[in-house]
């Protein structure tokens, strides 16, 4: 019996990684990863026993990640704290976070956006509309929360697709944050 080398295995998960991050997962080539890992395709079905296994491999830690917060669900988490988790996650998983958002069309994380969006519309939501009614502001349809949200998120996503360095990362994330979130109390009034 022939021993599955862990220098194999990583080769074709980093030649995964940049197959699923270029066409995503419906358009990924298992022929292609092998080829381009240097192995013969039997090969790549003895680590991994489809693509779908093998996708789950490389997203998995980041969902897990997420999963985490997720399992807290009855906390509150601010915005800053989800924002920084999301930083923190980005230093170890960037490349697998953003094939997760941006990548996962067809897998069991196709809607991984929209659970990040929906965690921070409730952040928002029971942070944000208490303050709004102690000040005698009414909010006429709470679906204004899930629309910052969504909005915030999908700039959020845009800086990290875009931005190489960590130090630059996040000050366009405190600027976004800033134009989202200071003062936002007064927009309601």
Known sequence: MQYLKDEVRNRIIMEAMKEFQDRGFLHASMRTIANNAGVAIGNVYRYFKNKEDLFNEIVEPVYQCFLGMEVHKQEIYSFEEIVNYIMEVMKEYKIQLLIMVDRSKGTKYASFKEEITRLAGKSIRESLWPELRKKGI??????????????FIDGLFLILRKSEEDVATRYLIHQLMILFFNNLDKRFE
Do not use: G, H, R, Y
């Not at 009414?138 to 909005?151: N, R």
């Open 138 to 151: 009414e909010v006429k349809d709470p679906f204004i929360f899930c629309v910052i949200a969504s909005t």
